[in-house]
Structures are given as structure tokens and as C-alpha cells.
């Protein structure tokens, strides 16, 4: 994390599968495009990894000791979230864009 807030995203879902959770997050359409899976993506200024890009966003997995020990243990569904996308998704669209 470079501690920058790209865009904020919504909750949809949090559910919990076994002792891990699947958060289901939506983001605008105009920031979606960045979103790579298996990239990583700071939600609130925690590192992550994306599981999966969907419809309307992105999933992410949290094992329980980070759901422990970071705020996402507040988050839930409806709840806004800071977004920090993948610095390398950003620089390589902005070297793709400027081949153009």
C-alpha cells in the first residue's frame, strides 16, 4: 500500500465459508477496469488480494486472523471502503494508453 485512496467501493456482501470470509465489494465502472484478479488491492489500507472480478467489482478471501486484527472485522454489507488499486494495473495501462 502507498497509502493513496483511489476510489471508494460498497459492501455488497460479507460471507463467512468455514473460519475465512468473502467480502463482494462494487466498484465504479471507470475504476473496475483496473481491477486484475489475483492483483492486490489495499481496502481501508490493508493489502490484499483480489479472488475474483465480478459484474459489479471485485472478491476478496480474508483468513480469520486478518479479519482479527483489521478493521474489516467492522466492515459489513453496505459499509463505503477506502481503495487503493494495484500500482502496477495503473502504470501499465498509462505505457499501454501512451502507445497508442
Not at 497509502?3 to 460471507?15: A, F, M, P, Y
Not at 462494487?26 to 483480489?50: F, H, P, Q, W, Y
Not at 486478518?66 to 494495484?86: A, M, P, Q, R, W
Amino acid at each position: 500500500c502507498q497509502g493513496h485512496v483511489d476510489t471508494t467501493g460498497k459492501v455488497l456482501s460479507v460471507k463467512k465459508v468455514d473460519k475465512s470470509y468473502i467480502f463482494d465489494f462494487e466498484i465504479n465502472r471507470r475504476d473496475k477496469k483496473d481491477i486484475i484478479e489475483k492483483a492486490s488491492i489495499c481496502i481501508n489500507g490493508i493489502s490484499l488480494t483480489i479472488s475474483k472480478v465480478t459484474k459489479k467489482g471485485f472478491q476478496i478471501w480474508v483468513i480469520p486472523h486478518t479479519f482479527k486484527l483489521t478493521n474489516l472485522s467492522k466492515v459489513k454489507k453496505g459499509s463505503l471502503v477506502n481503495i487503493e488499486i494495484d500500482r502496477m494495473a495503473l502504470h501499465i495501462e498509462k505505457l499501454m494508453l501512451n502507445n497508442d
